[in-house]
């Protein structure tokens, strides 16, 4: 991911006069582009680069990177998916690591497997990361560098490793081998046509996999495993100057390789002709069509301030035709399911102008007509500058959050940010430059340029066309001569420019008159301040400082859908999601969003099983706006017949085909068997969007968010509470109060009360067993039932990826969760879910079984308790600095009568739970569970 991306996803100021930009020198396009000041860089004698920044967010937290200049694209063809295979064997010994000694001197420290330390491969790179290591102790920060060192040139690579980790890759296939990503690999096979890149699918070939000699992976390991294509990358909370003397002395003595290698890039060709292809799966469940223009990337070396000007173009016009494409979906019968369009860079040497839109199967070549002809539109009559103005507000705005948040970075999104670096030479600068380049580049930016680029994407050569689907008998899906017919035909057809239509008037034309506070009390539990309002509304507002520009809300109340009959049910579980499509007040969807560009703030609504109420969040000089809006969702939310019927007939083409989908087919039968085929059950089929009904959503949507006495509101961040009493008495304190009492239903919506087993089968491309197994029955719910009850998750989790992913080799991984519920009932769950081959599954079914008794036949590790235990303390300090977790503990409070722990109250507990209390528990409720078990497994096709 480069700039493009980057900016994509920052970015928060509202703009200032353009007159006021206009006077600030634009800086010189030929000019490089600095390193980010923040950080120390260099490079050692052999070649190693490192990037070592102080950073404070998490506190005492720091984020640790290897990133390998290597990927599946550096492979022979005896060695396709060894590169990612190698991935695999970094957690499988090194010189200082034996066996999986990374793992369990990690974990020991809290330091978990799969949320904190983790890999990926792709076609170009491969990135190992440990994250969130506590920085307290020194050992620990040293052990830390430790490893990335025995991964750049210290990998075991024993034989007996290898050939036990062949079993694990092949899981990993069978569980990704779905049909979208069949799809995906035939599309790329003519994107990349002529290419390397068309060779290559990373997870690679099984009969190497199985088959590959030893020294074929050492070789690669050798070959490309070196100082000069890696780069160590260390962020966090710890003295800078100390950890970069640590990285010079630790890796200066590793060899450069001699005669290396040439890290080649890969070129893809060009074609005059466009390459056209119709894919079909048996389990594909959407049809889509693409178009990508192909184009040369920028050279790494030509990565200066012109580059990063021509990014912002691309970006504000790819944000402008997306936008375009939204507005079309919220008319009448939506002409396809949805649309993206962007120009960015797809391989380090290939950039891509790519429209892509998921189609209706009534009207496959209407959907890519009506596509293609916005695409025509704007680049026949351009976009418009109220268009523009719009989009340079909405990404100066957020990478103006960004700027203020610039104390505040997550340490491994800066460290994703020298790795691209590293990886393409791509400018990483630092959010402070960004801000003053943007504002200062923006007035020049001109829609007559924006314009001219944008039409120099679309071009007659280079072309790739593609359209995926099911494979479908009652759809007739267009021929490739359909498509360059269509294509053409665009080209030809008659259009008219865009008309950027704008509601001007203010989101709420007149102040409502405020309701005063008439109670207020401290509840110092949560370091927090409750005001009531004469309404009946109760508002909690905590002060934090973990984040410079965030405040986060939550508003509930009791009820939600349990107040529901059945027939009533489909309704009201998407009412909230067809609410944020109609818009508010006087403006439909479209006109919202451009009345609220350049504003950081969201708010939605949501009716839950048992609640409902609103959530968001905004900046701090957003937070008026966000009360607005939360007044509009109770005093005037907007019902859009129109905006129904698009959004209504989107979903039935969405849904048309997800029956081909073999995961979603076993997902719907563990819905339904874990509710023992309660008629509540909603699954997200045809049938359920048919019986979608405006009046009802209307109605339900009316019921539940009405009466201001029985909500409660919670905003929680960099709020000032006297700055913000005011505004909240004059948009809160104004709706409107019936003084209902109304609480939740239980509708008797359980667990069976027997054992029940669904096995069945179904046909499916990729043969693989899919097993999940709930465990369940009562239980007093408390604290300490929670916590011990999500220990034996994780206990659980931990053996289950010993024995069945690295013992047997039978499973990618192994999902375990665990649930302790007050409302409706008092009950538990654990849920054990995992793919497998089919010849294994009994054997490992059975070991799921066996290693829930041995919990207290045989008893838990101590160590592996320890683990745990530092892992829950660990996380909880990480979670104590997060809007979000204070916003969840106070609802907790409310809806479930749930006390606060403090940080020594919690630490206590958690240490208080012995290897011995744990193995009671365990016994108490595992020795005789009721369960549930679905297993989906292949049907032999006929021949």
């Excluded at 997870?203 to 074929?216: A, P, R």
């Excluded at 990886?423 to 959010?431: D, H, I, K, T, W």
Aim: hydrophobic share 35%; aromatic share 10%.
């Amino acid at each position: 991911m480069n700039l493009i991306g980057k900016i994509c996803l920052g970015s928060a100021l509202i703009l200032t006069s353009t007159s006021m930009l206009s006077a600030q020198k634009a800086p010189a396009l030929d000019g490089k582009i600095p390193m980010d000041p923040n950080v120390r860089t260099g490079k050692l004698a052999n070649g190693l680069t490192y990037y070592v920044r102080h950073n404070e967010e998490p506190k005492e937290r720091a984020s640790f990177y290897i990133v390998q200049n290597v990927g599946a694209i550096l492979e022979n063809d005896e060695q396709n998916g060894l590169a990612h295979f190698l991935e695999h064997m970094a957690f499988n010994g090194t010189k200082n690591f034996p066996g999986k000694g990374v793992l369990n001197y990690l974990e020991k420290y809290g330091v978990a497997f799969g949320r904190n330390i983790n890999a990926y491969t792709s076609t170009d790179e491969t990135v190992y990361n440990l994250s969130n290591v506590p920085t307290t102790n020194a050992n620990l920060l040293d052990s830390a560098l430790l490893v990335l060192h025995d991964w750049s040139n210290y990998l075991s690579l024993e034989g007996k490793e290898i050939n036990d980790e062949r079993g694990v890759i092949h899981e990993e296939w069978r569980t990704r081998r779905s049909g979208s990503s069949r799809v995906r690999l035939e599309k790329n096979k003519l994107i990349y046509k002529g290419s390397k890149y068309a060779e290559r699918d990373v997870i690679g070939d099984l009969e190497v996999i199985d088959n590959f000699d030893h020294k074929v992976i050492r070789d690669f390991y050798h070959d490309w495993y070196r100082t000069d294509l890696q780069a160590i990358v260390v962020v966090g909370d710890f003295d800078a100057t100390e950890i970069e003397a640590k990285i010079q002395k630790m890796f200066a003595h590793i060899p450069a390789v001699e005669n290396p290698k040439t890290r080649q890039y890969f070129e893809v060709p060009t074609n005059k002709e466009p390459i056209v292809g119709i894919i079909t799966d048996p389990e594909a469940s959407s049809i889509n069509f693409d178009i990508i223009y192909k184009h040369a990337a920028t050279p790494f070396a030509e990565k200066n301030m012109s580059y990063y000007r021509e990014l912002l173009i691309s970006d504000l016009h790819s944000s402008i035709l997306r936008n375009r494409y939204n507005e079309l979906l919220q008319k009448g019968n939506a002409p396809f399911i949805n649309g993206f369009a962007a120009y960015y860079n797809r391989e380090i040497k290939m950039n891509v102008f790519h429209n892509s839109v998921t189609l209706k199967e009534d009207n496959i070549l209407g959907g890519i007509e009506t596509m293609l002809g916005e695409t025509e539109r704007a680049k026949r009559f351009g976009v418009a500058a109220s268009e523009l103005e719009r989009a340079k507000k909405a990404m100066l705005s957020r990478m103006e959050k960004q700027y203020k948040e610039r104390n505040k970075q997550n340490n491994d999104r800066l460290a994703r940010e020298y790795q691209r670096n590293f990886l393409s030479n791509e400018p990483a600068p630092g959010v402070e430059f960004e801000f003053e380049a943007m504002k200062k580049l923006f007035p020049g930016i001109t829609a007559e340029e924006v314009n001219a680029i944008a039409k120099t994407w679309i071009t007659d050569e280079n072309v790739v066309i593609t359209l995926t689907a099911p494979e479908k008998e009652s759809v007739k899906l267009p021929t490739k001569e359909d498509l360059l017919a269509v294509v053409a035909k665009v080209k030809q057809m008659k259009l008219e420019p865009y008309v950027d239509k704008v509601i001007t008037e203010p989101l709420i034309a007149e102040i409502p008159k405020a309701g005063k506070v008439v109670e207020e009390t401290e509840m110092n539990e949560y370091g927090a301040t409750k005001w009531t309002l004469a309404n009946g509304i109760k508002v909690i507002v905590k002060t934090t400082d973990f984040m410079e520009n965030q405040i986060v809300f939550q508003a509930f109340s009791k009820g939600g859908k349990s107040l529901y009959n059945t027939n009533e049910l489909a309704s009201a579980e998407l009412t909230s999601g067809f609410i944020s499509n109609f818009g508010l007040g006087n403006f439909d969807q479209t006109s919202l969003k451009k009345l609220l560009t350049g504003k950081e703030v969201r708010v939605t609504s949501y009716i839950g099983e048992l609640t409902e109420g609103l959530s968001g969040n905004s900046s701090i000089q957003d937070f008026e706006t966000l009360l607005k809006l939360a007044h509009l969702y109770f005093e005037k939310p907007r019902f859009d017949k129109e905006a129904f019927d698009a959004l209504k007939g989107r979903y039935m083409a969405f849904v048309a085909n997800m029956g081909t989908d073999v995961n979603k087919a076993f997902r719907d039968s563990v819905s339904m068997t874990i509710t023992d085929h309660n008629p509540r059950t909603i699954l997200f089929t045809t049938d359920m969007i048919k019986s979608l009904d405006f009046e009802t959503m209307k109605r339900v949507y009316n019921e539940r968010l009405v009466d201001a006495s029985d909500f409660t509101f919670i905003f929680v961040g960099n709020i000032d509470a006297a700055k913000a009493r005011p505004m909240i008495e004059t948009y809160l304190g104004s709706i409107k109060d019936i003084d209902r009492k109304e609480s939740w239903k239980d509708n008797g919506v359980n667990f069976p009360k027997k054992d029940t087993y669904n096995h069945f089968t179904r046909e499916m491309e990729t043969p693989k067993t899919s097993i999940r197994i709930d465990l369940h029955g009562d239980i007093k719910y408390s604290t300490d039932n929670s916590i011990m009850m999500d220990m034996i998750s994780k206990l659980l989790s931990k053996r289950y990826l010993d024995v069945i992913r690295e013992e047997e080799g039978g499973s990618y991984g192994v999902g375990v969760w665990a649930n302790v519920e007050k409302l409706p009932r008092e009950e538990y769950n654990i849920s054990i879910q995992f793919d497998t081959d089919p010849a294994k599954a009994d054997k490992l079914k059975a070991i799921v079984y066996d290693e829930i008794q041995s919990l207290f036949t045989k008893g838990i590790k101590e160590d592996d308790l320890n683990e745990v235990k530092k892992n829950f303390i660990k996380e909880r300090q990480e979670n104590l600095r997060k809007n979000t977790y204070w916003v969840n503990a106070i609802n907790a409070h409310y809806i479930y009568n749930k006390d606060m722990l403090t940080p020594e109250a919690y630490d206590k507990l958690i240490n208080s739970i012995s290897k011995e209390k744990l193995e009671k528990f365990a016994k108490k409720y595992f020795a005789k569970p009721t369960k549930t078990e679905v297993v989906m497994s292949p049907k032999e096709k006929e021949i």
